[in-house]
């Protein structure tokens, strides 16, 4: 399995502001995914980021908000954008494993609170 | 459309205790279904999955899941409940070739009870 880090860890943020996460992951993937997990939820996907095209971004979701970038096989960013205290949440990237099976592997995740 | 239901959102056992997590998903296809772990203030690590062949899996720390295509069920088990095992347990549910189409149930806080 891939070894996923985001950066940063935590962060706490005014409103109005953007903050950009990043993930790293050890080796070259095709699909990282990006997801949010609001305080006591479960998973929700934002978006899927392939390499050399825009992001797809799930229903309830747009590029405005939560644009993100893909620069190569082994990196991505979400940045969270004009933020508000619902955005609070913990975001997630993760990626495909491979072998045509959907296994995703996360990152630890990046806490995020606005006040 | 996909969906995943966990009943329960909270289970408590006694260390040595049997755990059972719920896990009954739907499907219009053959779905892959996996469950991950959620430790306090980490991300989500895989604990067992299931894609075809036999329908016991075996995963990480001790856990197991047997899928129920007559039942649509894929519940998570372990014969004696440890106190490290408390923690969220997600079960999700992926069909083939839907290009990480992942849909996750509300998940099921575990506590384990010395």
């Known amino acids: 399995s891939a070894v996923i880090s985001q950066k940063p860890s935590r962060d706490i943020c005014q409103r109005g502001t953007s903050l950009t996460i990043q993930c790293q992951v050890d080796s070259q993937v095709t699909m990282m995914f990006w997801y949010r997990q609001q305080p006591g939820q479960s998973l929700t996907l934002i978006a899927t980021a392939n390499q050399g095209s825009e992001a797809t971004y799930e229903s309830g979701f747009v590029i405005d908000k939560f644009p993100i970038s893909r620069p190569n096989l082994t990196f991505s960013t979400l940045t969270v954008s004009n933020m508000s205290p619902e955005d609070s949440s913990i975001y997630l990237c993760s990626v495909e494993g491979g072998g045509g099976q959907e296994t995703q592997y996360f990152g630890p995740g990046t806490r995020l609170l606005v006040l | 459309a996909q969906s995943v239901t966990q009943l329960g959102s909270h289970v408590s056992v006694s260390e040595g205790a049997l755990v059972l997590l719920r896990c009954n998903y739907s499907s219009s296809v053959p779905p892959y279904l996996f469950w991950y772990v959620q430790y306090p203030n980490q991300g989500l690590q895989l604990l067992l999955k299931y894609t075809t062949g036999a329908t016991l899996v075996k995963g990480i720390n001790g856990f197991e899941a047997e899928f129920k295509k007559s039942e649509t069920s894929f519940h998570l088990t372990k014969p004696s409940a440890h106190m490290s095992d408390a923690a969220e347990y997600f079960c999700?549910?992926?069909?083939?070739?839907?290009?990480?189409?992942?849909?996750f149930g509300k998940g099921t806080k575990l506590s384990v009870k010395p």
């Open positions: 999700a549910v992926s069909e083939r070739g839907s290009q990480g189409n992942l849909i």
